[in-house]
């Protein structure tokens, strides 16, 4: 599978911030197809924190499907941000991700951050409620 130019939603979120977390990544082609759909459970982490790992999550597979181009979606303001370069990461935990996050990065020919409004993105918060559902029952 050549996919050059990927669409990526991801969310992240906690119940009780810090509370047990969950991210939810969604992957589509240009095409607007769905290429994957991933979740996973953190433990205990806050919002900001399992948004940030949502990212990591998202650019490990986005390797793994020979992505180059990546547009993000995320309904976090504060995340787009941070990572678009706007906003400073003041948080000490949340640097030793964006630090990851960079790493990864380097390994794609363009990545932007996109702000969308949390109606738009439905599937990724729906994945996260599902990581959490899971391992908390």
Partial sequence: MNSTKLIIYTDGGARGNPGPAGIGVVIYNHQKEILGQYKKFLG???NNQAEYQAVVLALEKAQELGG??????LDSEL??????QTMKVKNKELAKIFVKIWNLALGFKRIKYHHVPREENKLADKLVNQAIDQKQE
Avoid: M, R
């Fill in 44 to 46: 205990v982490a806050t």
């Fill in 68 to 73: 180059e181009e990546i547009d993000f979606f």
């Fill in 79 to 84: 995340v787009v941000g941070q990572l678009s």
